[in-house]
């Protein structure tokens, strides 16, 4: 399989008052072609960054991308111009965010606002941008497209809102659908649907999504991979049936144990104690060592590299590294 | 709409009852008179009594209301007390065209010049130039009108030379579309400054908030450029508080010249309003207060019917 986007040790960092604060602190990840990676981790563990900076949507000043390559299709476009960066962003690139209900323009159409997508990148008539719109918008499954498509934003719930983002996202048929907490906002039944479309309309166009989420229910359900951050870094990696089997690093553990349990007879919720340190204060050695119930001295001294296990998936933790060594 | 609006209409008759009965009794209650005023101190106290019976000063001041709403309502607002003979809507109609022209053309200049400087300040916050366009801005709303109209007459006019001290156009001479708008520049200039700084702020703050937005944010991700994602995106739900102030705004155009018009002999409105209010030339008062009323009431419509042209959400 092919890459279609490699991140190599993205370093994106905020400056505050002259500080450096590295929200995401030497990333890597690769999503290959038509491949669902979902990216998981608490809030405050860098993963809408990372996503903003593959964008390269994050607000500067005051924040930057100071180290690292971002490849798609084998550019690096940390290194491309605005205007050249303009021709990607919503063409091979699209995003959809968490806020289905604000994320829409209130003053334009919901038909204009997927038409302009289509005339800008695709060079369309208007004509034909607006037939295409209707179709974008059977597609995501509204059965009165045509009335709906001079509508604005305001007559629609949440659900159908995210649904026209998702039209607007895919009309371009990008080759990579960046979507961030897409259904975070939603009530769980339409969670269902939103996560449902967004699977089919991949297959069909072959497009590769990722998916940020703290919610491993979604990415049981959507992901063939699975990226756990802590802290701006990556501590995991696995495809997902091998992460859900046997989750390496303690903070996955963690994650997996505050999964409420269905048949499970559970007082309390097992929750990880404490919480994700802001940025200016991350820990000398292991980030997550202060949480960590199996921590050792060298966790407390010695930065953990992400090595690799098995051949197909890694993780940053001594436990492992050292395990891996004396096999 | 259309029903809304006849409704906002009838709804606003009350209103202007209201505002005339407050002002007649304001007046009223001043002290002096239109005969103060006029007459010669050694005048007999029968002649005075005599002018006082004919204009029907004498009544008690609720049938003088009723006299005057009376006649109003018949489109005539009686004559003026001072100047004798003449109509008051003679005295207004012919300063109306002044004063419109001078609003008109300074709420233009504020207009074109405010907007988009507010926008450029919320595109680029806290540059050097957003700083000089604050700084500029509060100098703008800190300096008295009727200071920096002299402050430019003396500049101007009589260092320089190149502009006319005041007036509408040169006295006695044909007209000539240069000829006015040379006298115009100055007055409008001074007049334009309050507006505009206000105007700056305002637009900076509601496009520094608009930027913020979500929406923003994906008209970004689709991969427009800045302008276009300004242009597009963002003027049109910045404008929305602006709105409101355009509305506040509309009433001005009666009165809210008179400092800048006396400052630069510009014959229009606000001066007539100074004058008869310092001679209590009381139809004149009270026909220049219902217009202003009148105003007013346009003001809020207008902007209450612009809201639904720039924001779907609104419905009436």
Redesign the interface.
């Known amino acids: 399989m092919t890459a279609l986007l490699e991140v190599k040790n993205l370093k994106t960092y905020f400056k505050k008052k002259k500080v450096n604060i590295p929200a995401v602190d030497g990333v890597d990840l690769k999503i290959n072609k038509g491949e669902t990676v979902a990216l998981v981790g608490e809030s405050g563990s860098g993963k809408s960054i990372t996503s903003l900076s593959i964008m390269r949507l994050i607000p500067s000043p005051p924040g930057e991308i100071v180290d690292g390559e971002i490849l798609f299709d084998g550019k690096d476009i940390v290194k491309l111009t605005e205007n050249d960066m303009c021709k990607i962003r919503g063409n091979d690139i699209s995003m959809i965010f968490q806020e289905p209900m604000t994320s829409l323009n209130p003053v334009l159409t919901i038909g204009e606002q997927i038409i302009e997508v289509l005339m800008y990148h695709q060079k369309m008539s208007k004509s034909t941008a607006r037939n295409r719109a209707i179709e974008m918008l059977e597609l995501v499954g509204f059965s009165r497209a045509k009335a709906l498509i001079d509508d604005y934003p305001h007559r629609l719930s949440g659900g159908m809102r995210q649904r026209v983002m998702i039209a607007i996202a895919m009309s371009c048929n990008p080759k990579l659908l960046i979507a961030d907490e897409p259904t975070t906002a939603l009530d769980v039944t339409i969670q269902a649907q939103i996560l449902d479309l967004m699977k089919d309309l991949s297959k069909k166009s072959d497009t590769s999504i990722l998916i940020i989420t703290h919610d491993l229910g979604v990415v049981s359900e959507v992901a063939d991979r699975v990226v756990v951050m802590y802290c701006g870094q990556v501590v995991e990696e696995a495809s997902v049936d091998d992460l859900f089997d046997e989750p390496l690093h303690p903070y996955t553990t963690g994650l997996m144990g505050s999964i409420p349990s269905l048949d499970g007879d559970v007082e309390r919720l097992y929750s990880i104690e404490g919480t994700v340190p802001p940025p200016e204060h991350f820990p000398v050695g292991c980030r997550f060592a202060p949480r960590c119930p199996h921590a050792f001295d060298r966790c407390r001294n010695e930065d953990p590299s992400l090595i690799t296990i098995k051949g197909s998936r890694s993780v940053r933790c001594f436990l492992h590294g050292d395990k891996e060594a004396t096999l | 709409m259309v029903s809304y609006i006849f409704r906002r209409t009838l709804m606003a008759i009350p209103l202007l009852l209201g505002i005339t009965i407050l002002s007649f009794a304001i007046i009223k209650a001043a002290p002096g008179g239109p005969v103060a005023m006029l007459m010669d101190p050694k005048m007999k106290a029968s002649d005075r009594e005599k002018f006082e019976e004919k204009y029907g000063l004498n009544d008690p001041v609720y049938v003088q209301y009723f006299k005057w709403l009376g006649n109003m309502a018949k489109g005539d607002f009686g004559e003026s007390l001072i100047k004798r003979g003449t109509p008051v809507s003679e005295l207004i109609l012919n300063r109306l065209p002044n004063t419109l022209l001078l609003m008109t053309v300074s709420f233009l200049l504020a207009v074109l010049i405010a907007i988009p400087i507010g926008i450029y300040s919320a595109m680029r916050p806290y540059s050097p130039l957003d700083y000089t366009f604050t700084v500029g801005s509060f100098l703008g709303v800190a300096t008295p009108n009727f200071w920096f109209g002299l402050i430019l007459i003396m500049f101007f006019s009589v260092t320089l030379g190149w502009f006319p001290t005041g007036g509408v156009a040169t006295l006695n001479a044909p007209f000539s579309l240069w000829d006015r708008i040379h006298h115009l520049i100055l007055p409008a200039l001074v007049l334009a400054t309050a507006d505009l700084a206000a105007l700056t702020r305002y637009t900076r703050s509601s496009m520094l908030d608009v930027l913020k ?3 923003i ?9 800045e302008k276009k994602v300004v242009i ?2 963002g003027i ?2 910045g404008m929305i508080p602006i709105i409101t102030l355009f509305g506040l705004m509309l009433p001005s155009f009666i009165g809210g010249a008179a400092i800048t018009e006396k400052v630069f002999a510009w014959p229009g409105l606000g001066q007539l309003f100074i004058d008869s209010a310092f001679q209590r030339d009381y139809p004149v008062i009270m026909a220049l207060t219902v217009i202003s009323a009148v105003f007013v009431v346009i003001g809020n419509l207008l902007a209450d019917i612009l809201y639904a042209i ?4 609104i419905e009436y």
């Open positions: 937005q979500d929406y944010r994906t008209a970004k991700s689709k991969g427009f450029k597009k995106h049109r739900n720039f924001d779907p959400r």
